[in-house]
């Protein structure tokens, strides 16, 4: 019965039910998720990545916002922000970092240890770098990969990089340290089971972890370098995809191509090339926390962001063009071949560490990923805003001091790369600032309703003077009544004793369109507010 009760208060708030009576309730906004139900029956599974390409790309799975059918994001609380719990955490943006908590990342303090040896317990040699899974002198199990023979710190650099990017963003991540070691470390487990270049699986020798090692760049010093990530907390049960919902999650309610944090993710992965973000890049791990199993979905594996590709240097090409995109053949044969796209005019300097990157030619609405993702086609402007702004906290000394992560051995390499995420973060800033109305972090002062806005704060444009316009809010009919004569940012007097809301609709200059309306509740002479809706 306790199950049944929560799983219904979970549906309510996750989804907006239409029956709700009021707006507002009295735990409003809820910044955590509500109680997990029990999750201890899912079952492991795997996604076969090439279906999931030929899926997303001719049949656009999930539910689609189109004309005259849109789905604002679910699963946000009052204020419109995702609640912390399984797939997201309120960081960088909210509760700023330190430059050392944000090159820490999600952890930063469990690197291998430097006594003793590292056991090797699980290797591949298939593909152009190869990886194993090694477990140190303490016990703790590390997923070990390297850069490709051609460009050495690229792959290693990037994923180092953008790790820490994405966990101050707010998402789940491994934890990432780079590594540089000598062979003599590393010892074989007799149980290790290797496939080999034929394909056949035998237990592993030593000239098998010679033959892999041969494929590995070395540092100038003669050492290794690699990059080991730290067993993710938690029984791995497979990817998530970037629509539906998991049916054998209780806690799963919300179709993903509507989840907010999935949405924004367009904009973050724009921003860092995460041109690889799809399914089989995350994981869902079950967690047992207080007596109760429930799953977290992580983002795994940045091998494939900024100028790398993992395996390569990345083409033009990637984060200009799908995979399979047709939209381009007909206007290549109307015009003999001769109109260029924009992303093929891109030029990069010679970094073999950074691979393909630059700014020039970025345009944040036009980036795609290697194939369609559910979620970021879904992406609306308050999507995008709330993404934005979170791209736009970083300042240039902390993209700076993140970027020193990767530890590349060409001080101008770095330094390029850093302007690089500088020039597309302010265009971000740029692009979806100017689609709604760029305030946030509302709250009451002295009697005054204040907040950032966030337009004046990074310098960009914006023509014409704030205005208010008040009304009372009738909580239970969902019903706003304008208060003649209040056009400040003053609230206006209520009856003393009683628990009223009153709504601020925000506007600037004489654009109607973009509003922003805060809801306050006023309780004991005391405002707060409980919500915020966009408008454009």
């Not at 995460?274 to 977290?296: F, P």
Request: aromatic letters at 10%; proline letters at 6%; one cysteine or more.
């Amino acid at each position: 019965m306790q199950n049944r009760q929560l799983g219904i208060t979970l549906l309510t708030l996750l989804l907006g039910h239409p029956l709700m009576a009021q707006k507002f309730y009295p735990d409003d906004p809820l910044q955590k998720e509500p109680p997990s139900l029990n999750a201890s029956s899912i079952k492991p599974r795997k996604l076969n990545d090439y279906y999931d390409l030929l899926q997303n790309t001719f049949k656009h799975p999930g539910e689609r916002n189109e004309k005259g059918v849109v789905t604002r994001a679910r699963g946000v609380n009052t204020l419109g922000e995702p609640m912390d719990g399984s797939w997201y955490t309120h960081r960088h943006y909210w509760h700023p970092m330190t430059n050392e908590e944000l090159m820490l990342g999600p952890g930063g303090k469990n690197p291998p240890s430097d006594s003793g040896s590292w056991t090797i317990v699980s290797a591949k040699s298939e593909g152009i770098t190869p990886g194993f899974v090694m477990m140190d002198s303490k016990g703790n199990r590390y997923f070990v990969k390297f850069d490709p023979m051609h460009d050495p710190e690229m792959a290693t650099g990037a994923e180092m990089i953008c790790a820490r990017m994405f966990y101050a963003l707010g998402y789940h991540v491994p934890d990432y340290y780079l590594i540089q070691f000598s062979p003599e470390r590393l010892v074989l487990d007799k149980d290790v089971e290797f496939r080999d270049a034929q394909g056949r699986e035998r237990k592993m020798t030593g000239d098998d972890l010679s033959r892999l090692l041969a494929k590995i760049p070395k540092t100038s010093d003669g050492k290794y370098r690699g990059i080991a990530s730290l067993q993710l907390q938690g029984k791995p049960v497979g990817p998530f995809r970037y629509y539906g919902t998991r049916s054998d999650d209780p806690n799963d309610v919300v179709p993903h191509e509507h989840r907010r944090e999935l949405r924004g993710m367009y904009v973050f992965s724009a921003w860092l090339g995460h041109n690889d973000s799809r399914a089989i890049n995350s994981l869902d791990t079950l967690i047992e926390e207080d007596g109760t199993a429930h799953v977290r979905h992580n983002l795994i594996d940045f091998g494939s962001t900024l100028g790398s590709l993992s395996t390569q240097p990345k083409t033009a090409r990637y984060g200009g063009e799908y995979y399979l995109d047709f939209k381009q053949a007909p206007k290549q044969m109307a015009t003999l071949g001769l109109a260029v796209p924009y992303w093929a005019h891109a030029k990069y300097p010679d970094y073999p560490s950074v691979g393909r990157f630059e700014a020039a030619t970025f345009k944040p609405d036009k980036w795609v990923p290697d194939y369609p993702n559910s979620a970021f086609r879904n992406r609306l402007p308050d999507d995008e805003f709330w993404a934005a702004k979170q791209v736009m906290a970083f300042t240039d000394e902390q993209i700076r001091a993140i970027v020193k992560v990767a530890q590349f051995s060409d001080p101008a390499a770095e330094k390029y790369l850093a302007d690089t995420l500088i020039a597309r973060r302010d265009k971000i800033g740029k692009e979806y600032f100017g689609r709604v109305l760029p305030l946030d972090q509302f709250a009451v002062e002295n009697g005054e309703l204040v907040f950032r806005d966030l337009a004046m704060e990074h310098h960009l444009v914006s023509s014409g003077d704030l205005h208010a316009n008040w009304f009372t809010f009738d909580n239970s009919a969902k019903k706003s009544s304008l208060i003649a004569g209040t056009q400040g940012f003053r609230l206006p007097q209520t009856e003393a004793g009683s628990t009223s809301f009153l709504a601020a609709e925000i506007s600037r200059g004489t654009d109607s369109k973009k509003t922003v309306t805060v809801y306050l509740r006023v309780a004991n002479g005391q405002a707060t507010v409980v919500g915020v809706d966009r408008a454009w």
